[in-house]
């Protein structure tokens, strides 16, 4: 489907990375940081935001979302502070794709209602809203369900909705959390098609704790452990960071649970 | 103003590709025909003439294309009602305004009637006016009752318009009926009106403190307390649904609204959700 080209898409970025993170803190509850001082840099491409349960990844890419304000630190998106108010705000979460790891839905809604709703809690443009919606609901592959209720959905069809409704208005970072929990290998295959795609103009962001989704379809791989970062770098850097007296079944996996106990090890814990 | 249009010695060669024109004439004749249509037409032309392999290629293009875009399947008209009606409501809100619209009419029929079980003999629309509204804007923006809360929290269109929305749709559907109610049982709007805004604004300031579910569930408390117990206790009309009283409910609805204003900014976070 064609889509005009507005102002918005030729006119010259001013700033050198979608998401740039300086000392980043963020709470959660009364007292613990769940990201406790971060330093990040994101351009366009696929980052797989790796790390174990409970390392806080969510709790980053709330604070990327917007819906969570830091507690410290600087977090610029696209140039513009993160925790402005205002027009401002509102205009950068235009260009924010967010998929929260519970994606919740209302069942008696179809695909297409759903999706048209979330393009209007977006602000798309009225005249715009058709045309998205059916460009969003064709990427993820559901044009033929789009009338169907979404009661009606499997869980993986349910999730591609979920990534539907995050990509309906073209944003300029794509926050996905844990987007590939409960599809099956096929689907799985077609969604990190999708990533590579979007990730051509779009800075995406891709948390998981499956190392072989990063490993197919992210051009870098941020490692989060205990609220900081432990390691950024392509898939080959972690690859060649692990040894075979590591744990894993992969190369990846291996470089993967040497940079993991190394940040064990700093801590003094082993 | 007269325009000085491409030579034809110049489009010819566009047409043709290749090395033939500067780098500098490529660029001056492409930001001239981002403007004028006339040369658009004419290198269109000249492609036909000048590389009829590419516009060969072009035709092929076409050709196999066509029957591609008539195959895909037409965008069927929104349904006009639930958009609109998705402004102001969310589905899970539906049921809520169901129940406090029933027992509205409930209490009416026990009015009518004259049954009265143990509620006192005060009027009965008095009695849960507060509550009703609060109950509705819970249901409007929670963490429990709202599954897409997550998403509507990080929309751009989250915040306090949102809300007062919402609000504004649940005083819509809740108000009618208890005003119905209460010119039947010949009570003053005034009187449950006052304390209902009250409740709902206290709700709304509240909820940008604790979250607004805590909040409500907080102002259920209250109002168990300063209404419902001491007209139980006493079987009259307590106090604070006096006359006498409604300059407090008015001086805690100005309260609220100052509160709601001043932390607006709190509704475009997840923590109003809780
Ligand atoms: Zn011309």
């Known amino acids: 489907m064609m889509r005009a080209v507005g102002a918005a898409d030729i006119a010259p970025r001013t700033y050198a990375w979608e998401i740039r993170a300086g000392g980043l803190k963020v709470r959660v509850g009364a007292k613990r940081m769940a990201v406790d001082g971060l330093d990040l840099s994101l351009g366009t491409g696929v980052h797989g935001l790796l790390g174990p349960n409970g390392a806080g990844k969510t709790t980053l890419i709330r604070a990327l979302a917007t819906v969570l304000r830091p507690a410290a630190g600087s977090l610029e998106l696209l140039g513009e502070p993160a925790g402005g108010t205002g027009e401002a705000h509102r205009a950068l979460r235009r260009r924010i794709g967010y998929l929260p790891q519970e994606f919740g839905y209302y069942k008696r809604f179809t695909v297409r209602e759903f999706v048209e709703y979330m393009a209007w809690l977006k602000e798309v443009p009225k005249a715009d809203v058709p045309a998205a919606v059916q460009r969003a609901v064709e990427r993820v592959g559901l044009a033929d369900r789009a009338e169907d209720r979404m009661k009606t959905l499997s869980g993986g069809m349910v999730r591609r909705v979920g990534i539907a409704q995050a990509i309906v208005n073209d944003p300029a970072i794509l926050l996905l959390d844990e987007p590939t929990a409960g599809l099956d290998p096929a689907q799985r295959l077609r969604f990190r098609e999708l990533l590579q795609e979007l990730g051509a103009d779009t800075c995406v962001v891709v948390s998981t704790h499956l190392v072989e989704d990063v490993a197919a379809a992210c051009t870098?791989?941020?490692?989060?452990?205990?609220?900081?970062?432990?390691?950024?770098?392509?898939?080959?850097?972690?690859?060649?960071?692990?040894?075979?007296?590591?744990?894993?079944?992969?190369?990846?996996?291996?470089?993967?649970?040497?940079?993991?106990?190394?940040?064990?090890?700093?801590?003094?814990?082993? | 103003?007269?325009?000085?249009?491409?030579?034809?010695?110049?489009?010819?060669?566009?047409?043709?590709?290749?090395?033939?024109?500067?780098?500098?004439?490529?660029?001056?004749?492409?930001?001239?025909?981002?403007?004028?249509?006339?040369?658009?037409?004419?290198?269109?032309?000249?492609?036909?003439?000048?590389?009829?392999?590419?516009?060969?290629?072009?035709?092929?293009?076409?050709?196999?294309?066509?029957?591609?875009?008539?195959?895909?399947?037409?965008?069927?008209?929104?349904?006009?009602?639930?958009?609109?009606?998705?402004?102001?409501?969310?589905?899970?809100?539906?049921?809520?305004?169901?129940?406090?619209?029933?027992?509205?009419?409930?209490?009416l029929l026990l009015e009518v009637t004259g049954v009265r079980p143990g509620l006192g003999n005060g009027p009965l629309v008095l009695l849960f006016a507060p509550l009703l509204p609060v109950c509705g804007v819970a249901a409007s923006w929670s963490r429990g009752l709202d599954p897409a809360y997550e998403l509507t929290a990080s929309a751009p269109r989250a915040g306090l318009p949102l809300v007062l929305r919402r609000t504004a749709a649940v005083l819509g559907v809740v108000i009618p009926p208890l005003l119905v109610g209460s010119w039947a049982t010949g009570v003053s709007a005034g009187q449950w009106l006052l304390p209902a805004l009250a409740f709902t604004s206290a709700a709304l300031a509240l909820g940008t403190v604790v979250g607004v579910t805590r909040a409500c569930a907080a102002l259920a408390v209250v109002w168990a307390a300063v209404v419902l117990a001491p007209t139980l206790a006493t079987g009259r009309t307590t106090f604070a649904l006096q006359p006498d009283g409604m300059p407090v409910w008015g001086l805690l609805l100005a309260l609220g609204a100052g509160v709601v204003a001043v932390r607006k900014d709190a509704y475009s976070l997840l923590g109003t959700h809780r």
């Not at chain 1, 989060?224 to 390691?231: D, H, Q, S, V, W």
């Not at chain 2, 008209?77 to 539906?94: D, E, N």
Request: charged share 20%; glycine share 6%; aromatic share 6%.
């Open chain 1, 220 to 270: 870098d791989v941020v490692l989060f452990a205990e609220g900081r970062l432990r390691f950024q770098g392509t898939p080959d850097d972690l690859a060649a960071a692990g040894g075979p007296e590591h744990v894993g079944d992969s190369p990846l996996e291996r470089g993967y649970s040497a940079l993991l106990l190394d940040s064990a090890q700093e801590r003094g814990t082993w």
């Open chain 2, 1 to 107: 103003m007269s325009v000085e249009h491409a030579s034809t010695r110049i489009v010819d060669a566009y047409a043709r590709g290749g090395e033939e024109l500067a780098a500098d004439e490529v660029w001056a004749l492409e930001a001239h025909l981002e403007t004028c249509g006339a040369c658009r037409e004419r290198l269109s032309a000249a492609v036909t003439s000048e590389a009829p392999a590419l516009a060969s290629l072009v035709g092929t293009v076409w050709s196999e294309l066509e029957p591609h875009l008539a195959a895909t399947v037409p965008v069927p008209p929104r349904r006009r009602w639930s958009a609109a009606l998705t402004a102001w409501l969310t589905p899970v809100m539906v049921p809520w305004l169901a129940t406090a619209v029933s027992v509205t009419l409930i209490a």
